[in-house]
């Protein structure tokens, strides 16, 4: 069956430390790639999307992710974070043959001021 | 993206009863999803609302326990039946104005606890 893979359920980072999200998925056609982002007390907003096209993909706040299709990862990243970007982060996975959005599990991420 | 509102926002349950939840957009869309969020897990999809006809249920999910109702481009109600505390989560809609690979974006969501 097809799932997504976040292996950090918890992250704790310092301001403008780096930061890299792993997230991988189990399906071998073509996909597409979300990841989406909770602040606290808010909902689930866009954070970046890849279809097609240059792998390395940007998103808003300074985020970016890069496909790696052989690796069948979408990891998230951020060279420096800042105390408001603390969140649950969420990469997704639709394959387009099912036309269903997979969530992985999420990962917390806790930036300490 | 369009703007999604949900009702209510949360509410506290018997066990036993329904609850309806609604799901709003301000423009017109081709596709609306309800999710479930259980607590401390990820979105897991119950259905797809289609208008004009009976909503596709993912594996898990029945309609006798989850009745779904669009009756337009813009409305969706989820409804919770014969609640019990397992259903204790958030439930959130979807909408895109693509095909089914297209971006989602989500209502607030609503709080159900049940008691």
Same mark, same amino acid.
């Given at each position: 069956?097809?799932?997504?893979?976040?292996?950090?359920?918890?992250?704790?980072?310092?301001?403008?430390?780096?930061?890299?999200?792993g997230c991988n998925y189990?399906y071998?056609?073509t996909v597409n790639l979300f990841w989406?982002?909770?602040?606290?007390?808010?909902?689930?907003?866009?954070?970046l999307k890849y279809f097609s096209g240059d792998p390395l993909v940007k998103g808003?706040?300074?985020?970016e992710a890069e496909f790696i299709k052989s690796k069948f990862s979408f990891n998230l990243r951020?060279?420096?974070?800042?105390?408001?970007?603390?969140?649950?982060?969420?990469c997704?996975v639709?394959?387009?043959?099912?036309?269903?959005?997979?969530?992985?599990?999420?990962?917390?991420?806790?930036?300490?001021? | 993206?369009?703007?999604?509102?949900?009702?209510?926002?949360?509410?506290?349950?018997?066990?036993?009863?329904?609850?309806?939840?609604?799901?709003?957009?301000?423009?017109?869309?081709?596709?609306?999803?309800?999710?479930?969020?259980?607590? %401390?897990?990820?979105?897991?999809?119950?259905?797809?609302?289609?208008?004009?006809?009976?909503?596709?249920?993912?594996?898990?999910?029945?309609?006798?326990?989850?009745?779904?109702?669009?009756?337009?481009?813009?409305?969706?109600?989820?409804?919770?039946?014969?609640?019990?505390?397992?259903?204790?989560?958030?439930?959130?809609?979807?909408?895109?104005?693509?095909?089914?690979?297209?971006?989602?974006?989500? %209502?607030?969501?609503?709080?159900?606890?049940?008691?």
């Amino acid at each position: 069956a097809q799932s997504v893979s976040q292996h950090n359920h918890h992250v704790i980072l310092s301001e403008a430390a780096s930061l890299e999200l792993g997230c991988n998925y189990s399906y071998g056609g073509t996909v597409n790639l979300f990841w989406y982002v909770q602040y606290p007390g808010q909902h689930l907003q866009l954070l970046l999307k890849y279809f097609s096209g240059d792998p390395l993909v940007k998103g808003i706040k300074g985020f970016e992710a890069e496909f790696i299709k052989s690796k069948f990862s979408f990891n998230l990243r951020k060279p420096s974070v800042q105390w408001s970007d603390t969140a649950e982060y969420f990469c997704a996975v639709n394959a387009l043959i099912r036309g269903k959005l997979i969530f992985g599990q999420g990962t917390e991420l806790s930036v300490k001021p | 993206s369009a703007v999604i509102s949900q009702k209510p926002s949360r509410d506290i349950c018997q066990r036993g009863t329904s609850l309806t939840i609604q799901c709003q957009v301000d423009s017109q869309v081709t596709m609306m999803f309800w999710y479930r969020q259980q607590p %401390g897990q990820s979105l897991t999809l119950i259905a797809t609302a289609n208008q004009g006809s009976e909503a596709t249920y993912e594996s898990g999910f029945v309609i006798d326990k989850f009745p779904i109702s669009r009756p337009n481009l813009t409305f969706s109600t989820l409804t919770v039946s014969n609640m019990s505390p397992e259903d204790s989560s958030i439930y959130l809609c979807s909408v895109t104005s693509g095909g089914a690979g297209e971006t989602q974006y989500f %209502g607030p969501g609503t709080r159900l606890l049940v008691l």
